[in-house]
């Protein structure tokens, strides 16, 4: 979980109805989180308008681990990075911190896959060759 690989960050605002019985946010909340956080990096990296009736993504597998509590009171951030494109599909792993001041504590880290595709047609496409050189611009070296 090595923080300074992650150049894109998003402010979540935590919700009174994000929190359960235990005084915590529920982990369902999470993967939502990690989707307000692809959706901010699509609009500051890609920034580009797309009719998605016609084109878009579809999620194809999201995986999270747990790693500390977030409560009501915490400031929390998700950090996101695009790690691997591939012809169709690409996967971004995500850090989900609390902070205060210096202080970063990362509450739950995971990663998602997003496959490329055509609604008018019903069939998977090639990343678009923009969407590909500016997450390579903004993210430098893929690993």
């Known amino acids: 979980m090595d923080i300074s690989k992650f150049k894109h960050k998003s402010a979540i605002q935590i919700r009174f109805k994000d929190i359960d019985h235990m005084g915590h946010v529920n982990n369902a909340n999470h993967i939502t989180y990690f989707e307000l956080a692809r959706i901010h990096y699509f609009r500051d990296v890609i920034?580009?308008?797309?009719?998605?009736?016609?084109q878009g993504v579809i999620l194809a597998k999201t995986e999270i681990n747990y790693h500390r509590p977030i409560l009501l009171s915490d400031n929390v951030?998700?950090?996101s990075r695009v790690s691997k494109m591939g012809n169709k599909s690409?996967?971004?792993e995500y850090l989900i911190t609390v902070?205060?001041?210096d202080e970063v504590v990362v509450c739950a880290s995971g990663m998602s896959?997003?496959?490329c595709y055509n609604y008018?047609?019903?069939?998977t496409?090639?990343?678009?060759?923009t969407w590909r050189e500016k997450v390579q611009q903004f993210e430098v070296?893929?690993?």
């Open 90 to 92: 690409y996967e971004v």
């Open 47 to 54: 920034n580009e308008v797309v009719n998605w009736n016609e």
């Open 77 to 79: 951030f998700v950090y």
């Open 99 to 101: 902070e205060n001041g």
């Open 113 to 115: 896959v997003q496959v």
């Open 125 to 129: 496409v090639a990343i678009p060759e």
């Open 141 to 143: 070296a893929l690993d």
């Open 120 to 123: 008018l047609n019903n069939s």
